[in-house]
């Protein structure tokens, strides 16, 4: 399981790298793409506008006649307060810029499994796949503009897991 969190979590933060080089986040003095998994971060940081959170959910069985392939539940969050220039008059087109983004660097939905535990990292002999993004409705916090993006990861087990 632990290799397709990890897969997905660096594809994503790659492809976000490519679709908006601009959305960065700087944690603790480093500076990387924007995008965090809320189980490797300090929660304080989860207030933090711009960024896509990510938190995975209940794991099981993709269901009968699937052989072995498993469904994990993953939440992505992410707000915006919009810009300075605007006086944060413009969350809701941030937000809509946010939201082609994620669907950016979603697709394609499918990518081989890498093991990132090794140095250098090594590539394992299957895929993982995930659902396209369902879309909540956009919830205001204030000034601050959030909203959640729930899909569905897919992949089979490492072995010994």
């Known amino acids: 399981m632990q290799m397709a969190k990890d897969t997905a979590l660096v594809t994503w933060a790659e492809r976000l790298r490519t679709v ?81 983004e994620l669907r950016a660097l979603l697709h394609p939905a499918t990518v081989a499994k890498v093991d990132y535990s090794q140095e250098p990292p090594v590539e394992a002999h299957t895929s993982i796949t995930w659902s396209g993004p369902q879309l909540a409705e956009a919830e205001q916090d204030g000034a601050v503009l959030r909203r959640t993006a729930q899909l569905v990861l897919y992949f089979y087990p490492e072995e010994g897991a």
């Open 20 to 100: 908006n080089p601009a959305r960065k986040v700087t944690v603790d003095g480093v500076e990387r793409p924007a995008l965090l998994a809320c189980e490797n971060e300090r929660p304080e940081l989860r207030a933090t506008a711009g960024v896509y959170w990510v938190s995975w959910g209940k794991v099981g069985a993709a269901g009968p006649g699937t052989q072995g392939l498993h469904a994990m539940a993953c939440e992505i969050t992410y707000a915006s307060s919009g810009t300075e220039q605007m006086h944060g008059c413009d969350r809701g087109r941030e937000l809509t810029r946010m939201d082609a």
